[in-house]
């Protein structure tokens, strides 16, 4: 499983089984059960490991959010029992956005549904990116990311 962690929208993405392909999910509201959504929804989708987007500013200096991204992950590591993982993530809304035929933050006023394939998008980009980083080491088969 892919999160992009926000403070009002978190993105999801899950990989095919194989683990080799990430696709956008869902974009669930960041509220205080958000691990507890997040764990009902690994169980269901058979998820064997998470990766949270890392956000760092272009000097390798974490940005604001990442001290609720390390918490988000010590949660999701106690309440699953997973092992959850940090991926870079830089830029990776702006290329979400650009994914979706350039839309501008102004475009998307009042349209939910493009709001919510930029999160999942974002998610899955960086799922996909942690599993192109890791696709030498061996996944286990049959297991959703």
Do not use: W
Not at 79 to 103: D, F, I, N, W
Not at 123 to 132: E, G, N, R, V
């Amino acid at each position: 499983m892919g999160i992009d962690y926000g403070t009002k929208r978190v993105g999801i993405a899950i990989s095919d089984d194989e683990g080799r392909i990430a696709f956008p999910h869902d974009v669930l509201p960041c509220t205080k059960n958000l691990a507890e959504v997040l764990k009902t929804l690994c169980q269901e989708k058979g998820v064997a490991r998470i990766v949270i987007g890392e956000s760092r500013d272009f000097n390798q200096k974490e940005n604001p959010i990442m001290p609720a991204v390390h918490a988000l992950k010590k949660t999701l590591e106690e309440k699953t029992g997973l092992p959850v993982y940090l991926e870079p993530e830089m830029l990776t809304t702006q290329e979400a956005k650009r994914l979706h035929h350039k839309v501008s933050p102004r475009d998307l006023r009042g349209n939910r549904e493009k709001l919510i394939d930029t999160d999942a998008s974002a998610a899955a980009l960086i799922l996909q990116s942690y599993i192109d980083r890791t696709r030498n080491q061996e996944l286990p088969s049959q297991v959703s990311v």
